[in-house]
């Protein structure tokens, strides 16, 4: 079997797929990738499904020795910097890794999380039904250090290329009310989507701490209920926190809004100190949203990118008629 043995990661690198789906009635946090469409574009460049388990690499990176090889990596996430052995990888392309070959995304330039992909996925021993893993708990697993040990699935060699990659929408963070709106001033919406919001320094996986005016809800006692990621929870010192992918299934803070599934993604790769809008949305529109996003990530397409096409016709010296007939039409 193939593996990866990491050489150097900052904070933060962790194994994630697409979730621990059906847990949280017990208590179970779904954890998972925090770019969903990021991850799904790695996976489909190597071959992989899109919820497969991959690498979410944080801002300064990581790199990783294929210890047994060949493998085929490929990366995701907005701006991340893919080499092999110091030659750089385009977005939208897989490449071959041999055995011995350093693979590293070395920043993250356009965002928060990147995601290296390997063909055959990230193969662990799944706990619950994924291979996420959820920091807080350690279910899955926890960060990873210099010296771990990834094995790697089986899976084609063959390079890939995506002729589009598809990016997240842009403008305002949408939201819809919250099951405690009441607990707040009337105005307290207005005021939500009024602001300027800032990412704080504390903001991870768990959840995005905002700093902005005062959000304060009146001073009854709340039994806990179930919260999910994307709940804008807002403790007694009236700065709100919304919710991520390890979020806890419980909460005991009253909740004003809720941020819509499809924009969940393109918060987390707000990075800290980034100012935001929020906007208010109606289900509906939250409903279409979630079903563009799922539409997109089912139609990811990634060709291999040895194939005939108008590009390569342009480039060959067809005018004269003299051609290679010997050559590898296939050829990268």
């Given at each position: ?133 959820h920091l807080r708990s350690g279910i899955g697993g ?36 919250g099951p405690q709106e009441d607990w707040f001033a ?147």
């Open positions: 079997m193939s593996r990866l043995v990491v050489e150097r990661c900052a904070p933060g690198v962790s194994v994630q797929d697409g979730g621990r789906t059906g847990w949280r009635r017990y208590g179970v946090s779904t954890a998972g990738a925090m770019d969903r469409l990021a991850l799904a574009v790695a996976n489909v460049l190597v071959g992989n499904g899109p919820d497969c388990a991959a690498v979410e690499v944080t801002l300064a990176g990581a790199r990783f020795r294929v210890a047994e090889g060949p493998v085929l990596v490929a990366v995701g996430g907005p701006g991340a910097v893919l080499s092999v052995d110091g030659l750089k990888i385009p977005q939208g392309a897989s490449a071959r890794a041999d055995t011995g070959q350093m693979v590293e995304i070395s920043a993250i330039l356009g965002g928060v999380y990147g995601y290296l992909a390997v063909a055959g996925g990230i193969a662990l021993p799944p706990e619950m039904g994924s291979r996420s893993a926890g960060l990873l250090t210099p010296g771990d040990n990834l094995p790697v699935g089986r899976g084609a060699l063959t390079p890939r290329a995506m002729d589009q990659i598809p990016a997240h929408t842009s403008g305002a963070i949408r939201c819809i009310p009337a105005d307290a919406l207005d005021l939500l989507v009024a602001a300027d919001w800032q990412i704080d320094m504390r903001s991870d996986r768990m959840g995005r701490f905002l700093v902005g005016p005062r959000l304060a809800p009146d001073e009854r006692s709340m039994v806990s209920d179930g919260v999910l990621p994307g709940s804008i929870q807002v403790p007694p010192a009236g700065q709100p926190i919304i919710l991520m992918r390890d979020c806890q299934t419980t909460g005991g803070y009253p909740k004003l809004a809720t941020v819509i599934s499809a924009d969940l993604d393109r918060l987390a790769q707000l990075p800290a100190g980034a100012n935001f809008r929020l906007a208010l949305v109606e289900r509906a529109d939250a409903v279409a949203a979630a079903q563009r996003l799922a539409h997109t990530i089912a139609g990811l397409v990634a060709h291999p990118s040895g194939r005939i096409d108008s590009r390569r016709l342009l480039s060959a010296n067809l005018i004269d008629g003299m051609v290679d007939a010997t050559a590898d039409p296939f050829s990268v």
